[in-house]
Protein backbone atom coordinates (compact mmCIF):
# COMPACT_ATOMS: atom_id res chain seq x y z
CA UNK A 1 0.00 0.00 0.00
CA UNK A 2 1.53 3.47 -0.81
CA UNK A 3 1.81 6.28 1.48
CA UNK A 4 -0.56 7.86 0.12
CA UNK A 5 -3.24 5.57 -0.37
CA UNK A 6 -2.79 4.51 3.68
CA UNK A 7 -3.28 8.44 4.23
CA UNK A 8 -6.77 8.87 2.52
CA UNK A 9 -7.95 5.26 4.07
CA UNK A 10 -6.59 6.92 7.68
CA UNK A 11 -8.19 10.51 7.02
CA UNK A 12 -11.59 8.70 5.64
CA UNK A 13 -11.97 6.48 8.75
CA UNK A 14 -11.12 9.83 10.92
CA UNK A 15 -13.81 11.56 9.11
CA UNK A 16 -16.60 9.02 9.90
CA UNK A 17 -15.31 8.25 13.50
CA UNK A 18 -15.73 12.39 14.27
CA UNK A 19 -18.86 12.21 12.25
CA UNK A 20 -20.30 9.22 14.46
CA UNK A 21 -18.76 10.69 17.89
CA UNK A 22 -20.26 13.94 16.87
CA UNK A 23 -23.82 12.56 16.24
CA UNK A 24 -23.58 9.89 19.67
CA UNK A 25 -22.51 13.02 21.72
CA UNK A 26 -25.32 15.50 20.56
CA UNK A 27 -27.61 12.76 21.02
CA UNK A 28 -27.05 12.32 24.94
CA UNK A 29 -26.80 16.37 25.41
CA UNK A 30 -30.59 17.03 23.56
CA UNK A 31 -32.03 13.44 25.57
CA UNK A 32 -30.71 14.71 29.00
CA UNK A 33 -33.66 17.66 27.91
CA UNK A 34 -37.44 16.42 28.34
CA UNK A 35 -37.94 15.93 25.03
CA UNK A 36 -41.21 14.30 23.68
CA UNK A 37 -41.26 10.50 22.83
CA UNK A 38 -40.42 8.76 20.07
CA UNK A 39 -39.31 5.98 17.89
CA UNK A 40 -35.16 5.31 17.83
CA UNK A 41 -33.96 4.97 14.75
CA UNK A 42 -31.04 4.20 13.00
CA UNK A 43 -27.51 5.73 14.08
CA UNK A 44 -26.78 8.10 11.44
CA UNK A 45 -30.10 7.37 9.53
CA UNK A 46 -32.24 8.21 12.25
CA UNK A 47 -36.09 7.08 11.26
CA UNK A 48 -35.47 7.69 7.92
CA UNK A 49 -35.28 3.73 6.52
CA UNK A 50 -38.53 3.27 8.57
CA UNK A 51 -40.67 5.79 6.62
CA UNK A 52 -41.18 3.50 3.62
CA UNK A 53 -42.86 5.10 0.56
CA UNK A 54 -45.89 6.60 2.44
CA UNK A 55 -44.38 8.83 5.13
CA UNK A 56 -47.58 10.36 6.50
CA UNK A 57 -49.30 6.83 7.10
CA UNK A 58 -45.95 5.63 8.65
CA UNK A 59 -45.51 8.73 11.25
CA UNK A 60 -49.68 8.38 11.66
CA UNK A 61 -49.44 4.69 12.84
CA UNK A 62 -46.25 5.92 15.07
CA UNK A 63 -48.34 8.89 16.60
CA UNK A 64 -50.91 6.26 17.73
CA UNK A 65 -48.37 5.09 20.11
CA UNK A 66 -45.87 7.65 21.43
CA UNK A 67 -48.53 10.26 20.97
CA UNK A 68 -49.29 13.82 18.82
CA UNK A 69 -46.01 15.40 19.63
CA UNK A 70 -43.46 13.26 18.78
CA UNK A 71 -39.80 13.94 18.58
CA UNK A 72 -37.35 11.63 16.22
CA UNK A 73 -34.15 11.97 14.13
CA UNK A 74 -34.68 12.21 10.77
CA UNK A 75 -31.09 11.04 9.48
CA UNK A 76 -29.27 13.76 11.60
CA UNK A 77 -31.72 16.74 11.69
CA UNK A 78 -33.79 17.30 15.06
CA UNK A 79 -37.75 17.08 14.22
CA UNK A 80 -41.08 16.63 16.02
CA UNK A 81 -44.24 16.19 14.35
CA UNK A 82 -47.61 17.55 15.26
CA UNK A 83 -50.15 14.63 14.43
CA UNK A 84 -53.48 16.44 16.33
CA UNK A 85 -55.38 19.36 16.35
CA UNK A 86 -54.33 20.83 19.64
CA UNK A 87 -50.69 19.72 19.02
CA UNK A 88 -50.61 22.04 15.18
CA UNK A 89 -52.67 24.78 17.36
CA UNK A 90 -49.42 24.44 20.08
CA UNK A 91 -46.92 25.50 17.24
CA UNK A 92 -48.59 26.79 14.55
CA UNK A 93 -50.61 29.72 16.80
CA UNK A 94 -49.24 29.94 20.37
CA UNK A 95 -45.30 29.71 19.09
CA UNK A 96 -45.99 30.78 15.35
CA UNK A 97 -43.09 33.32 15.41
CA UNK A 98 -40.92 31.04 16.26
CA UNK A 99 -41.07 28.48 13.52
CA UNK A 100 -41.44 31.14 10.54
CA UNK A 101 -38.65 29.75 8.73
CA UNK A 102 -38.14 27.05 6.42
CA UNK A 103 -34.94 24.57 6.93
CA UNK A 104 -32.47 24.47 3.67
CA UNK A 105 -33.38 21.34 1.86
CA UNK A 106 -32.52 20.53 -1.97
CA UNK A 107 -36.05 21.33 -3.62
CA UNK A 108 -36.01 25.02 -2.41
CA UNK A 109 -32.21 25.04 -3.48
CA UNK A 110 -32.27 23.42 -7.30
CA UNK A 111 -36.36 23.99 -7.91
CA UNK A 112 -37.01 27.32 -6.09
CA UNK A 113 -34.13 29.26 -7.07
CA UNK A 114 -31.67 29.07 -4.13
CA UNK A 115 -35.10 29.28 -2.24
CA UNK A 116 -35.98 32.81 -3.35
CA UNK A 117 -39.29 32.03 -3.94
CA UNK A 118 -42.74 32.56 -1.52
CA UNK A 119 -42.96 29.17 -0.12
CA UNK A 120 -38.80 28.53 0.99
CA UNK A 121 -37.52 32.25 1.35
CA UNK A 122 -37.00 32.98 5.07
CA UNK A 123 -39.33 35.34 6.77
CA UNK A 124 -37.83 39.18 6.28
CA UNK A 125 -38.70 41.81 4.43
CA UNK A 126 -38.13 39.92 0.62
CA UNK A 127 -40.60 37.42 1.76
CA UNK A 128 -43.06 39.97 3.35
CA UNK A 129 -43.03 41.78 -0.27
CA UNK A 130 -43.65 39.09 -2.04
CA UNK A 131 -46.53 38.03 -0.21
CA UNK A 132 -48.08 41.47 0.12
CA UNK A 133 -47.53 42.05 -4.34
CA UNK A 134 -49.21 38.61 -4.63
CA UNK A 135 -52.36 39.71 -1.85
CA UNK A 136 -53.11 43.24 -2.87
CA UNK A 137 -52.86 42.15 -7.21
CA UNK A 138 -53.55 38.52 -7.29
CA UNK A 139 -54.83 36.22 -4.10
CA UNK A 140 -56.42 38.30 -1.99
CA UNK A 141 -60.32 39.06 -1.62
CA UNK A 142 -60.14 42.57 -3.62
CA UNK A 143 -57.71 40.69 -6.26
CA UNK A 144 -60.17 37.46 -6.50
CA UNK A 145 -63.39 39.74 -6.85
CA UNK A 146 -61.33 41.46 -10.29
CA UNK A 147 -60.73 38.38 -12.04
CA UNK A 148 -63.77 36.39 -11.78
CA UNK A 149 -64.54 36.93 -15.16
CA UNK A 150 -61.23 35.29 -16.35
CA UNK A 151 -62.57 31.70 -14.01
CA UNK A 152 -65.66 31.61 -15.34
CA UNK A 153 -64.45 31.81 -18.98
CA UNK A 154 -62.09 29.58 -18.42
CA UNK A 155 -64.32 27.12 -16.61
CA UNK A 156 -66.48 27.51 -19.70
CA UNK A 157 -63.51 26.34 -21.78
CA UNK A 158 -63.15 23.27 -20.02
CA UNK A 159 -67.11 22.15 -19.83
CA UNK A 160 -67.33 22.87 -23.82
CA UNK A 161 -64.37 20.81 -24.35
CA UNK A 162 -65.58 18.01 -22.05
CA UNK A 163 -69.18 18.38 -23.92
CA UNK A 164 -66.99 18.07 -27.01
CA UNK A 165 -65.32 14.40 -25.53
CA UNK A 166 -68.70 13.87 -24.85
CA UNK A 167 -70.07 13.92 -28.33
CA UNK A 168 -67.02 11.87 -29.86
CA UNK A 169 -67.55 9.20 -26.82
CA UNK A 170 -63.88 10.46 -26.32
CA UNK A 171 -62.43 9.61 -21.91
CA UNK A 172 -62.13 12.81 -20.45
CA UNK A 173 -58.27 12.72 -18.08
CA UNK A 174 -59.75 14.69 -15.85
CA UNK A 175 -56.01 16.43 -14.30
CA UNK A 176 -55.16 17.42 -17.74
CA UNK A 177 -58.25 19.01 -18.20
CA UNK A 178 -58.09 20.89 -15.03
CA UNK A 179 -54.37 21.54 -14.79
CA UNK A 180 -54.89 22.97 -18.51
CA UNK A 181 -57.65 25.27 -17.11
CA UNK A 182 -56.66 26.40 -13.71
CA UNK A 183 -53.47 27.24 -15.30
CA UNK A 184 -54.80 29.49 -18.02
CA UNK A 185 -56.86 31.37 -14.99
CA UNK A 186 -53.14 31.97 -14.02
CA UNK A 187 -51.62 32.99 -16.83
CA UNK A 188 -54.60 35.50 -17.47
CA UNK A 189 -54.25 37.34 -14.39
CA UNK A 190 -50.16 37.26 -14.61
CA UNK A 191 -49.80 37.70 -18.08
CA UNK A 192 -53.32 38.76 -19.99
CA UNK A 193 -53.38 35.77 -21.86
CA UNK A 194 -53.97 32.09 -21.75
CA UNK A 195 -50.97 29.87 -22.23
CA UNK A 196 -52.23 26.58 -23.13
CA UNK A 197 -55.38 25.73 -25.68
CA UNK A 198 -58.11 22.80 -23.71
CA UNK A 199 -56.46 19.55 -25.32
CA UNK A 200 -52.61 19.31 -26.55
CA UNK A 201 -49.20 17.81 -25.80
CA UNK A 202 -48.04 21.34 -24.70
CA UNK A 203 -50.58 21.75 -21.78
CA UNK A 204 -49.97 17.69 -20.87
CA UNK A 205 -46.29 18.09 -20.78
CA UNK A 206 -46.53 21.17 -18.19
CA UNK A 207 -49.07 18.67 -16.07
CA UNK A 208 -46.44 15.86 -16.32
CA UNK A 209 -43.17 18.57 -15.18
CA UNK A 210 -46.11 19.43 -12.23
CA UNK A 211 -46.55 16.26 -11.08
CA UNK A 212 -42.77 15.56 -11.32
CA UNK A 213 -41.87 18.44 -9.58
CA UNK A 214 -44.56 17.55 -6.41
CA UNK A 215 -43.27 14.06 -6.46
CA UNK A 216 -39.58 14.37 -6.77
CA UNK A 217 -39.69 16.99 -4.19
CA UNK A 218 -40.81 14.54 -1.50
CA UNK A 219 -38.06 12.45 0.70
CA UNK A 220 -34.60 13.44 -0.14
CA UNK A 221 -32.05 11.69 2.20
CA UNK A 222 -29.39 14.60 1.57
CA UNK A 223 -31.56 16.77 3.17
CA UNK A 224 -31.63 14.88 6.36
CA UNK A 225 -27.80 13.52 6.16
CA UNK A 226 -26.18 16.68 5.01
CA UNK A 227 -22.73 15.21 4.64
CA UNK A 228 -23.77 12.81 1.67
CA UNK A 229 -25.84 15.12 0.16
CA UNK A 230 -23.38 15.65 -2.32
CA UNK A 231 -23.19 11.59 -3.53
CA UNK A 232 -26.97 12.42 -4.72
CA UNK A 233 -27.78 8.35 -3.53
CA UNK A 234 -31.16 8.69 -4.99
CA UNK A 235 -30.56 10.47 -7.98
CA UNK A 236 -33.29 13.35 -7.03
CA UNK A 237 -30.76 16.19 -6.59
CA UNK A 238 -30.01 15.60 -10.35
CA UNK A 239 -33.59 15.20 -11.56
CA UNK A 240 -34.39 18.38 -9.87
CA UNK A 241 -31.50 19.72 -11.99
CA UNK A 242 -32.90 19.04 -15.00
CA UNK A 243 -36.41 19.75 -13.90
CA UNK A 244 -35.38 23.33 -13.21
CA UNK A 245 -33.74 24.00 -16.54
CA UNK A 246 -36.75 22.93 -18.24
CA UNK A 247 -38.69 25.26 -16.35
CA UNK A 248 -36.50 28.23 -16.47
CA UNK A 249 -36.30 27.89 -20.21
CA UNK A 250 -40.74 27.88 -19.76
CA UNK A 251 -39.95 31.24 -17.54
CA UNK A 252 -37.67 33.24 -19.52
CA UNK A 253 -39.47 32.47 -22.89
CA UNK A 254 -42.79 34.00 -20.73
CA UNK A 255 -40.78 36.89 -19.02
CA UNK A 256 -38.68 38.07 -22.53
CA UNK A 257 -42.14 37.98 -24.57
CA UNK A 258 -43.89 40.08 -21.92
CA UNK A 259 -41.52 42.60 -21.96
CA UNK A 260 -41.91 42.78 -26.10
CA UNK A 261 -45.54 43.14 -25.77
CA UNK A 262 -44.96 45.84 -22.53
CA UNK A 263 -46.43 48.92 -24.47
CA UNK A 264 -49.60 47.07 -25.86
CA UNK A 265 -50.92 47.32 -21.76
CA UNK A 266 -49.73 50.66 -20.91
CA UNK A 267 -52.58 51.51 -18.47
CA UNK A 268 -53.87 48.21 -17.77
CA UNK A 269 -50.78 46.35 -15.85
CA UNK A 270 -51.04 42.74 -15.35
CA UNK A 271 -49.31 41.06 -12.29
CA UNK A 272 -46.07 40.44 -14.26
CA UNK A 273 -45.74 44.01 -15.28
CA UNK A 274 -46.33 45.19 -11.34
CA UNK A 275 -43.74 42.39 -10.25
CA UNK A 276 -40.87 44.26 -13.08
CA UNK A 277 -41.97 47.36 -12.17
CA UNK A 278 -40.80 46.73 -8.72
CA UNK A 279 -38.54 45.38 -9.09
CA UNK A 280 -36.77 48.10 -10.67
CA UNK A 281 -37.78 50.70 -8.19
CA UNK A 282 -34.75 52.23 -6.56
CA UNK A 283 -36.63 53.48 -3.52
CA UNK A 284 -37.79 50.15 -2.65
CA UNK A 285 -37.42 46.55 -1.54
CA UNK A 286 -36.13 45.47 -4.97
CA UNK A 287 -36.97 42.04 -6.12
CA UNK A 288 -34.56 40.13 -8.55
CA UNK A 289 -35.00 38.38 -11.58
CA UNK A 290 -34.62 34.72 -9.36
CA UNK A 291 -37.17 36.42 -6.87
CA UNK A 292 -39.80 36.73 -10.16
CA UNK A 293 -38.90 33.59 -11.50
CA UNK A 294 -39.25 31.93 -8.49
CA UNK A 295 -42.29 33.37 -7.75
CA UNK A 296 -43.38 32.29 -10.90
CA UNK A 297 -42.80 28.98 -10.46
CA UNK A 298 -45.15 28.94 -6.99
CA UNK A 299 -47.70 30.02 -9.31
CA UNK A 300 -47.96 28.01 -11.99
CA UNK A 301 -46.96 25.11 -9.70
CA UNK A 302 -48.34 24.43 -6.18
CA UNK A 303 -51.09 27.26 -7.35
CA UNK A 304 -52.57 25.15 -9.88
CA UNK A 305 -51.70 21.53 -8.79
CA UNK A 306 -52.98 21.35 -5.31
CA UNK A 307 -56.79 22.84 -6.60
CA UNK A 308 -56.44 20.21 -9.41
CA UNK A 309 -55.13 17.69 -6.83
CA UNK A 310 -58.58 18.26 -4.54
CA UNK A 311 -61.35 18.42 -7.27
CA UNK A 312 -59.78 15.17 -8.52
CA UNK A 313 -59.86 13.15 -5.48
CA UNK A 314 -63.70 15.04 -4.90
CA UNK A 315 -64.68 13.30 -7.95
CA UNK A 316 -63.31 10.27 -7.41
CA UNK A 317 -64.60 9.44 -3.96
CA UNK A 318 -68.09 10.45 -5.41
CA UNK A 319 -67.17 7.76 -8.23
CA UNK A 320 -66.75 5.57 -5.02
CA UNK A 321 -69.89 7.00 -3.36
CA UNK A 322 -72.57 7.34 -6.26
CA UNK A 323 -75.36 8.60 -3.64
CA UNK A 324 -73.56 11.80 -2.84
CA UNK A 325 -72.87 12.77 -6.04
CA UNK A 326 -76.71 12.06 -6.95
CA UNK A 327 -77.66 14.36 -3.77
CA UNK A 328 -75.17 16.77 -4.73
CA UNK A 329 -77.02 17.10 -8.45
CA UNK A 330 -79.97 17.38 -6.81
CA UNK A 331 -79.16 20.55 -4.93
CA UNK A 332 -77.91 21.98 -7.72
CA UNK A 333 -80.97 21.16 -9.80
CA UNK A 334 -82.79 22.77 -7.87
CA UNK A 335 -80.99 26.02 -6.87
CA UNK A 336 -79.66 26.13 -10.48
CA UNK A 337 -81.92 24.24 -12.82
CA UNK A 338 -80.58 22.67 -15.86
CA UNK A 339 -80.91 26.07 -18.32
CA UNK A 340 -77.69 27.05 -17.50
CA UNK A 341 -74.36 26.33 -16.13
CA UNK A 342 -72.90 27.17 -12.38
CA UNK A 343 -71.91 30.35 -11.80
CA UNK A 344 -70.00 31.73 -8.69
CA UNK A 345 -72.52 33.60 -6.96
CA UNK A 346 -74.63 30.22 -6.75
CA UNK A 347 -71.71 28.76 -4.81
CA UNK A 348 -73.21 29.96 -0.84
CA UNK A 349 -76.60 28.41 -1.76
CA UNK A 350 -74.96 25.07 -2.34
CA UNK A 351 -74.34 23.72 1.25
CA UNK A 352 -73.64 20.13 0.10
CA UNK A 353 -70.92 20.71 -2.30
CA UNK A 354 -69.22 23.01 0.09
CA UNK A 355 -69.53 20.25 2.80
CA UNK A 356 -68.17 17.64 0.00
CA UNK A 357 -65.13 19.99 -0.56
CA UNK A 358 -64.91 20.35 3.35
CA UNK A 359 -65.41 16.50 3.73
CA UNK A 360 -62.19 16.14 1.02
CA UNK A 361 -59.96 18.57 2.50
CA UNK A 362 -60.21 15.78 5.55
CA UNK A 363 -59.64 13.14 3.68
CA UNK A 364 -57.39 13.86 1.07
CA UNK A 365 -55.48 17.02 2.16
CA UNK A 366 -53.23 18.15 -1.00
CA UNK A 367 -50.24 18.51 1.47
CA UNK A 368 -50.29 15.75 3.71
CA UNK A 369 -47.09 16.64 5.63
CA UNK A 370 -46.97 20.37 6.14
CA UNK A 371 -43.94 22.43 4.41
CA UNK A 372 -41.31 22.22 7.20
CA UNK A 373 -40.68 25.20 9.34
CA UNK A 374 -37.50 25.19 11.60
CA UNK A 375 -37.61 26.71 15.11
CA UNK A 376 -35.47 29.80 15.54
CA UNK A 377 -34.92 28.99 19.48
CA UNK A 378 -35.26 26.46 21.88
CA UNK A 379 -38.59 26.37 22.71
CA UNK A 380 -41.39 24.62 25.16
CA UNK A 381 -44.42 23.23 23.83
CA UNK A 382 -46.77 21.18 26.29
CA UNK A 383 -44.62 20.19 28.41
CA UNK A 384 -41.63 19.35 26.50
CA UNK A 385 -38.54 20.80 25.47
CA UNK A 386 -37.90 21.49 21.78
CA UNK A 387 -33.63 22.69 20.45
CA UNK A 388 -33.27 25.29 18.76
CA UNK A 389 -32.89 24.34 14.73
CA UNK A 390 -35.26 21.05 15.55
CA UNK A 391 -37.62 20.92 12.14
CA UNK A 392 -41.49 20.97 12.36
CA UNK A 393 -44.10 18.67 10.57
CA UNK A 394 -47.09 18.79 10.76
CA UNK A 395 -49.23 15.70 9.99
CA UNK A 396 -52.68 16.97 8.20
CA UNK A 397 -53.33 13.58 7.39
CA UNK A 398 -53.33 12.27 10.48
CA UNK A 399 -55.49 15.09 11.71
CA UNK A 400 -57.90 14.57 9.14
CA UNK A 401 -58.03 11.08 10.29
CA UNK A 402 -57.77 11.12 14.04
CA UNK A 403 -60.94 9.09 15.52
CA UNK A 404 -61.02 11.43 18.72
CA UNK A 405 -61.89 14.20 16.31
CA UNK A 406 -64.11 12.69 13.31
CA UNK A 407 -66.55 9.80 14.13
CA UNK A 408 -65.64 7.55 11.95
CA UNK A 409 -62.92 9.01 9.82
CA UNK A 410 -61.97 6.74 7.30
CA UNK A 411 -66.10 7.45 5.85
CA UNK A 412 -66.13 9.86 3.11
CA UNK A 413 -69.46 11.40 4.43
CA UNK A 414 -69.96 15.10 3.95
CA UNK A 415 -72.89 15.32 6.09
CA UNK A 416 -70.86 15.34 9.39
CA UNK A 417 -70.37 18.89 7.78
CA UNK A 418 -73.88 19.83 7.67
CA UNK A 419 -74.75 19.59 11.47
CA UNK A 420 -73.12 19.97 14.62
CA UNK A 421 -70.06 20.79 15.64
CA UNK A 422 -68.45 20.61 12.71
CA UNK A 423 -70.56 22.92 10.55
CA UNK A 424 -68.77 25.70 11.17
CA UNK A 425 -65.44 24.27 10.29
CA UNK A 426 -64.18 25.58 7.13
CA UNK A 427 -60.44 25.37 5.88
CA UNK A 428 -59.35 28.85 6.42
CA UNK A 429 -56.49 27.99 8.90
CA UNK A 430 -58.82 28.91 11.87
CA UNK A 431 -59.84 25.23 12.46
CA UNK A 432 -56.99 23.38 13.62
CA UNK A 433 -58.81 20.03 12.58
CA UNK A 434 -59.03 21.00 9.27
CA UNK A 435 -55.76 22.74 8.34
CA UNK A 436 -55.26 21.58 4.36
CA UNK A 437 -53.36 25.03 3.72
CA UNK A 438 -51.60 24.94 7.25
CA UNK A 439 -51.99 28.04 9.63
CA UNK A 440 -50.61 30.83 11.18
CA UNK A 441 -48.30 33.74 9.34
CA UNK A 442 -47.31 31.06 6.70
CA UNK A 443 -50.08 29.43 5.56
CA UNK A 444 -50.87 28.55 2.24
CA UNK A 445 -51.05 32.44 0.25
CA UNK A 446 -53.03 31.11 -2.39
CA UNK A 447 -56.20 29.27 0.30
CA UNK A 448 -58.42 32.14 -0.46
CA UNK A 449 -58.03 30.90 -4.20
CA UNK A 450 -57.88 27.66 -4.14
CA UNK A 451 -60.87 27.34 -1.80
CA UNK A 452 -62.72 29.34 -4.50
CA UNK A 453 -61.94 27.50 -7.49
CA UNK A 454 -62.12 23.96 -6.05
CA UNK A 455 -65.81 24.97 -5.07
CA UNK A 456 -66.59 26.29 -8.19
CA UNK A 457 -64.39 23.92 -10.91
CA UNK A 458 -66.17 20.63 -8.63
CA UNK A 459 -70.10 22.28 -8.44
CA UNK A 460 -69.92 23.08 -12.19
CA UNK A 461 -68.72 19.49 -13.50
CA UNK A 462 -70.87 17.52 -10.91
CA UNK A 463 -73.65 20.17 -11.92
CA UNK A 464 -73.34 20.08 -16.24
CA UNK A 465 -72.57 15.96 -16.33
CA UNK A 466 -73.22 12.44 -15.28
CA UNK A 467 -69.98 10.56 -14.56
CA UNK A 468 -68.90 7.03 -15.04
CA UNK A 469 -65.79 5.19 -15.55
CA UNK A 470 -65.49 2.89 -18.76
CA UNK A 471 -66.49 -0.35 -18.90
CA UNK A 472 -63.89 -2.89 -17.23
CA UNK A 473 -62.37 -0.26 -14.97
CA UNK A 474 -61.88 -0.26 -11.28
CA UNK A 475 -61.78 2.99 -9.38
CA UNK A 476 -58.03 3.01 -7.86
CA UNK A 477 -57.87 5.32 -4.46
CA UNK A 478 -54.28 4.85 -3.87
CA UNK A 479 -52.12 7.64 -2.91
CA UNK A 480 -48.32 8.90 -4.34
CA UNK A 481 -46.82 10.65 -1.70
CA UNK A 482 -44.67 13.64 -2.67
CA UNK A 483 -45.06 17.57 -2.24
CA UNK A 484 -48.63 17.07 -2.63
CA UNK A 485 -50.63 13.94 -2.57
CA UNK A 486 -51.46 12.98 -5.58
CA UNK A 487 -54.02 10.19 -7.07
CA UNK A 488 -51.17 7.04 -7.86
CA UNK A 489 -53.51 6.59 -11.33
CA UNK A 490 -54.54 9.64 -12.59
CA UNK A 491 -58.18 9.63 -12.67
CA UNK A 492 -60.22 9.02 -16.26
CA UNK A 493 -64.28 8.71 -17.02
CA UNK A 494 -66.57 8.86 -19.33
CA UNK A 495 -68.94 12.39 -19.18
CA UNK A 496 -72.51 12.54 -20.31
CA UNK A 497 -74.30 16.02 -20.67
CA UNK A 498 -77.07 16.55 -17.83
CA UNK A 499 -77.55 20.22 -18.94
CA UNK A 500 -79.92 21.70 -21.52
CA UNK A 501 -77.90 22.16 -24.87
CA UNK A 502 -77.69 25.88 -24.87
CA UNK A 503 -76.06 25.53 -21.59
CA UNK A 504 -72.79 24.53 -23.46
CA UNK A 505 -72.39 27.08 -25.78
Known amino acids: MTFDAFYVRELGAAVLIFFISHFF ?62 AAQAFLKAL ?5 NRPTIAGAIHLGYNAQDLVFANYGSKWKLLRKLTNQHMLGGRALDDWAHVRASELKHMVRSMHECAKQGELVVLGDMLSCAITNMVSQVVLSHRIFS ?7 EFKDMVVEFMTISGVNIGDFVPFVAWMDLQGVVGKMRRLHKRFDVFLTNIIEEHLKSSDDRKGMPDFLDILITNGEHPSRERLTLSNIKALLLNLFTAGTDTSSSIIEWALAEMLKNPNIMIRAQKEM ?43 SEACNVNGYYIPKNTRLNVNIWAIGRDPSVWSKPLEFNPERFLGGKSAKVDPSGVYFELIPFGAGRRICPGYRMAIGVVEHILGALVHSFDWKLPNGVELNMDEAFGLTLQKAVPLSAMVSPRLLPDAYV
Not at 36 to 51: C, D, M, S
Not at 96 to 100: E, H, I, P, Q, V
Request: hydrophobic fraction near 40%.
Open 25 to 86: IKSIITNSKHLPPGPRGWPILGVLPLLGTMPHVTLTDMAKKFGPIMFLKMGTCDTVVASSPD
Open 96 to 100: DRNFL
Open 198 to 204: NKGLESK
Open 333 to 375: DKVIGRKRLLVESDLPKLLYLEAICKETYRMHPSTALSVPRVA
